[in-house]
C-alpha cells in the first residue's frame, strides 16, 4: 500500500534486458538516486533485480542539461542508470519499456508517435499494431577498427557508436568469449568511459546472433543498442551499407539475443530503426528503509 514511508517502483524487460522502473513526474527522487540505491535495487539476491534502473521523469522537473535541452519537444525523460549505478546516455531496450510504461501507466496515446528525452537526444517511439515497439534509434557513429580480448584470445572489433559505445566483434562461437564473468578488455584510449562489447555470429542472410557484456552491469540477456551497433558493422561488413555513404535502400537484419529477438533497420535516410517487444511485469512498494545509508 503506498505511503509517505516508500515509493513506488515497476519490473519490466525487453527481450530480458530488464529493468526497475521508478516513476517519479516530479523529480523528487533524484537527490535520492545515489549509485549505492541503484545498485542495492538491481541486486539480484538482496535486491528487486535488474540489469539497470529507469527513472521516469518529466523533462520539466529534472535540472539534467540533456532534459533541460529537450523540455520543448519531450515531455518525459529517461533517466538510465546501469546495475552498478553508473549512468549511461541510452538504452535501447530500456526506452522500449519507458514508452509502455507511459502508454499504460500514464495514459500517453499509442496512436501517435511519441518522444522521449534520453542523454543522447530525443528518441522518436511508434506503437506497433502487433505490440511490439519501434524506436528510432538516429544516425550511427561508425568509427574504424579496434581490439577486444577476454584471457587469452583478442578479435578485432568495429567501433560503433549509437549514442552510448560500443565494440563489436565476429567470433567462430557464441561460446568463444566463454563465461564473459568479467569485462572484456578493451583499449581505454579509444573508450575512456568504458564500452559495450558484443560477440557475434551469423546464422543466415541478414540475420545474425550476439551475446553481450554491457558496461555497467555485466552480461545481459540482451541490449538494443548492442544489437544495433552488431546490425550496422554486420551490414558494412556484408557490404549491404557503407560506412561512409549510407543512403541507399532500408536494409533489415534479424539479430537473435539469448532472451529474444530484435529488428533492426537501417533506413534510406541513414537512421536505425530498433524493434521489438516491451513487457511491464509487476509494481509495488520499495521501503525508504531499505535505502543504503552511504
Ligand atoms: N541494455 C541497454 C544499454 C544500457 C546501457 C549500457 N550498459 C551502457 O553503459 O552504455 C540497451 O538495451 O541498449
Given at each position: 500500500m503506498p505511503s509517505h514511508d516508500t515509493f513506488p517502483f515497476l519490473k519490466g524487460h525487453g527481450t530480458e534486458n530488464d529493468f526497475v522502473l521508478l516513476p517519479d513526474p516530479d523529480g523528487t527522487l533524484h537527490g535520492d538516486l545515489a549509485p549505492g540505491l541503484v545498485a542495492a535495487l538491481c541486486d539480484r539476491r538482496a535486491g528487486l533485480g535488474a540489469d539497470g534502473v529507469i527513472r521516469v521523469v518529466r523533462t520539466a522537473a529534472y535540472d539534467d542539461p540533456a532534459a533541460v535541452a529537450v523540455r520543448d519537444v519531450a515531455t518525459w525523460f529517461m533517466d538510465y542508470r546501469n546495475a552498478d549505478g553508473s549512468v549511461s546516455e541510452m538504452?535501447?531496450?530500456?526506452?522500449?519499456?519507458?514508452?509502455?510504461?507511459?502508454?499504460?501507466?500514464?495514459?500517453?496515446p499509442t496512436t501517435e508517435p511519441l518522444r522521449v528525452g534520453t542523454r543522447a537526444g530525443v528518441k522518436v517511439v511508434r506503437f506497433e499494431d502487433d505490440g511490439r515497439i519501434t524506436v528510432d534509434m538516429g544516425e550511427p557513429d561508425v568509427d574504424g577498427e579496434t581490439k577486444v580480448g577476454v584471457g587469452e584470445r583478442t578479435w578485432a572489433a568495429s567501433n560503433v557508436g549509437m549514442g552510448n559505445p560500443h565494440a563489436v566483434a565476429f567470433v567462430d562461437s557464441l561460446d568463444d568469449a566463454g563465461p564473459l564473468l568479467e569485462a572484456p578488455s578493451y583499449d581505454p584510449q579509444v573508450y575512456p568511459r568504458g564500452v559495450n562489447v558484443e560477440f557475434v555470429v551469423r546464422r543466415g542472410e541478414r540475420h545474425v546472433a550476439m551475446r553481450v557484456h554491457e558496461r555497467g552491469s555485466g552480461e545481459t540477456r540482451s541490449c538494443g543498442t548492442g544489437a544495433c551497433a552488431v546490425m550496422v558493422a554486420a551490414a558494412v561488413a556484408d557490404g549491404a551499407r557503407s560506412a561512409d555513404a549510407p543512403a541507399g535502400a532500408d536494409v533489415a537484419y534479424r539479430v537473435d539475443v539469448p532472451g529474444g529477438e530484435l529488428t533492426v533497420t537501417w533506413t534510406a535516410g541513414g537512421r536505425l530503426l530498433l524493434t521489438g517487444p516491451a513487457v511491464l511485469v509487476a509494481s509495488g512498494q520499495v521501503p525508504y528503509s531499505f535505502a543504503p545509508v552511504a
Open positions: 538504452c535501447g531496450n530500456g526506452v522500449r519499456v519507458f514508452a509502455r510504461y507511459l502508454a499504460d501507466q500514464e495514459h500517453v
